[in-house]
Nanobody, 127 residues
Framework: QVQLVESGGGLVQAGGSLRVSCATS????????MGWFRQAPGNKREFVAS????????DYADSVKGRFTISRDNAKNTVYLQMNNLKPEDTAVYSC????????????????????WGQGTQVTVSS
């Protein structure tokens, strides 16, 4: 069975850092592009970052560019999101997705291109 399990969320003060992880199993991890999305109560689900199958191409939402870094460890079947200089508006449930689609990075900004999803991890940033 395919599983994506996020971890590493928690409570942090504004300006602090967190690294969330998405551990996968049951799929050929190297074949998939990976993405991070987030959703806060009352807000629409929004794209955060993506990384292609080889890890040599990344894409970021403007709101997190320069603060967040997505990476992957294909030996561990895991994708990471390093979040620095966190702001209260970053508070959300962060979910990872896996996409078998081979395409330009822009397609990974849309949820309908993802085949599998994790259940998310809560990140709360206090002011």
């Amino acid at each position: 069975q395919v599983q994506l399990v996020e971890s590493g969320g928690g409570l942090v003060q504004a300006g602090g850092s967190l690294r969330v992880s998405c551990a996968t199993s049951g799929l050929s991890f190297r074949r998939y592009a990976m993405g991070w999305f987030r959703q806060a109560p009352g807000n629409k689900r929004e794209f955060v970052a993506s990384i292609n199958w080889s890890g040599d191409s990344t894409d970021y939402a403007d709101s997190v560019k320069g603060r967040f870094t997505i990476s992957r460890d294909n030996a561990k079947n895991t994708v990471y999101l390093q979040m620095n200089n966190l702001k209260p508006e970053d508070t959300a449930v962060y979910s990872c997705g896996a996409s078998l689609t081979l395409a330009q990075s822009i397609v990974y900004r849309q949820t309908d291109h993802y085949d599998y999803w994790g259940q998310g991890t809560q990140v709360t940033v206090s002011s």
